[in-house]
């Protein structure tokens, strides 16, 4: 006879660490202060040289004084402190209530360095608060790009964030003192390399959680017995000291010098509003168990969140700064997505703006061991773009944008092609394969969109009264294409149970405002695709219908029979919720015996 209890008992376990593990990955989950504050701290480990350095960079290379560049590296932390912690908050439209990590990029290096030659911190100031109010509107009509800025765009940008980052990384490997040993910066990396890929490899889920701070420790004491570490540092930092003030009061001249930058800083603005998008997607989706469909809002709410912030950045008189891809990379590696490690994340870089000793701990690490960490990161993300791309449903076309996107992108970076060219075009940025193979991808989206077939509108009273003229939309869409009556019902079920469904969740909702309904129908590789863009709901319709599937959720949602006959009918329904519509597309794939018509 077999013996279950011991299966039993070990299910049960499982299923209990399962339920731990959804539960810590949750953006609302309530774990401990203590472990908030270390999973911050290694956060802010990564992404805070970068801040500094780049800052430093820019400053100098403009020859400003030593009081402007001080002033200027503690606004720019002190500002990415302010943005995380809003964009964990998520203030009203501002914010997504996830961890999101932010940093000054360093695309906008030449393009700052130019406004503080051209002008100094002043017309800085003015240009990045005017960069700050565009990333606004386009946070306020994002649901006008959406055509745009897909899963395919949005993943290949993640794809090529490690192309970008990690030759400027794989330099830091020599990055050691004149005289060190030959096997320092080698054993320094393999140390910290090994330690962190074991531990997450193999250790228990608590030890996993710090495995990237292990793996600093371990890498950094290997360094300091050849003497890379940069104990100096330290000892000549204060404990505590803000430097004096250098608010620069804003260029309102608008003289040659801000017109003539404006068209960059603008581009600049498009480049880390597409990265935020990227980043947030990317959140969104290593935040949670299990498939869910991304949440615009959110992604509004990022972007708003970075505008926020490159508001307070331009007032202060320092250079932009946008998403970083840091956070996404510790949600992955310990399965922890609660929007309190953002919060204590945002805390940790205001207070170590203040505390110049605890940040120069930080920055004293060496070279090699921060390349060899930043090498881990960026395999997540690389991965993590792949799973946006793919999620999406990757057909030939969407496969062609990624892979070519990605090649362009990882070519221009590489200085492989027609580097004379590029390095004199548009200053330069170009030479940065996230912004080469992002338009690239970009550029063939917008194609395929201009290209696609005619689209037949009709516009409506978003209210029951609007399903006969559906009715009758539907039917001569269906007779212009070719199609038989069997297809023609079919689109007709799927529109009404679509338009029910809506109207349902907008009858829950609070807001009684009269809507109005565009519904939007055109044929795509012999399919019949019903685009509704309508009002606002909470309740995402495409996470809905897949619970459908789930034993734990039918009792809640058997009643739903208007969900049930959607899923019937339609081969897909994608729901896109931003703060001012909802837009449900609906792929609806004739019958076999009513498959012709025009192709």
Known sequence: MTDTSADTSAGTSADISGRDSADRLHPDAKIPAPLAAGLALQIAALALPGTVVIATVTFRAAGQAESVLLWAVFASVAACGAASLLQAFRAGRFGTGYTIAIGTPGAAIAVSAAALAAGGPA?????????????????????????????TVTGTVMMLTPVTVMPVMFEQL?????????????????????????????????????????????????????????????ERAPWIGIPAAELPAPDLDFGPAFWALLPAFLFIGLVLTVQTVSGAVATQHVSRAGPRAVDFRAVQGAVAGDAAGNLLSGLAGTMPLGYRPTGVTMIEITGIGARRVGVALGAALIALAVLPKALAVILAIPGPVAAAFITITMASIFVTGMRVVVRDGLDYRKGLIAGLGFWIGAGFQSGAVFPQLVSDFAGGLLQNGMIAGGLAATAMTLFVELTKPRRSR?????????????RTFVMAFAARNGWGPAMAERLDAASEETMLTLLHRDEAGDDAAPRRLLLVARREDGAAVLEFVASKGEANLQDRIALLGEAGAADSIERE???????????????????????VTVRVDPPAADSGGRS
């Open 123 to 151: 017309l800085l100031a003015t240009l990045v608060v005017c960069l700050a109010l565009f990333q606004l509107a386009f946070s306020v009509r994002l649901s006008l790009f959406r055509r745009v800025l897909t899963p």
């Open 174 to 234: 020599q990055n050691v003192p004149a005289g060190a040993p030959p096997l320092a910066a080698p054993l320094s990396a393999a140390a910290t390399l090994i330690v962190i890929v074991g531990l997450v490899l193999k250790a228990r889920r608590g030890l996993r959680l710090w495995a990237p701070a292990v793996g600093i420790v371990a890498g950094s004491a290997v360094a300091a017995l050849y003497g890379l570490y940069d104990f100096a540092r330290i």
């Open 458 to 470: 009709i516009e409506l009273p978003f209210e029951p009264s609007a399903l006969r003229e559906i």
């Open 561 to 583: 029979v208007s969900l049930r006959l959607l899923r019937h009918l339609a081969s897909s329904v994608r729901h896109q919720q931003y703060r001012d519509m909802d837009i």
